[in-house]
């Protein structure tokens, strides 16, 4: 698996996770809680992205991801 590959994956899952948690908040702590994890990781995995691929390609690989 390429590094290119390896990022969008793990962009492609935090998407998901925030998607799923906020799909299936229900204003608990413990939703509030996932909610607030899925967005740091999604931050993270896009920070991540545009610190190995510059914000150009990091750009095209979340723009793929939401095609």
Known sequence: MTTREALARRLGRAELELQR?????DGSPA???RLEAARIEYRAAEHH???VLGARVA???VEH???
């Not at 948690?21 to 908040?25: L, M």
């Open 59 to 61: 750009l095209e690989v």
């Open 31 to 33: 939703a509030r809680t």
């Open 21 to 25: 948690a906020q799909r299936e908040s």
């Open 49 to 51: 992205a545009q610190q």
């Open 65 to 67: 991801l939401s095609a």
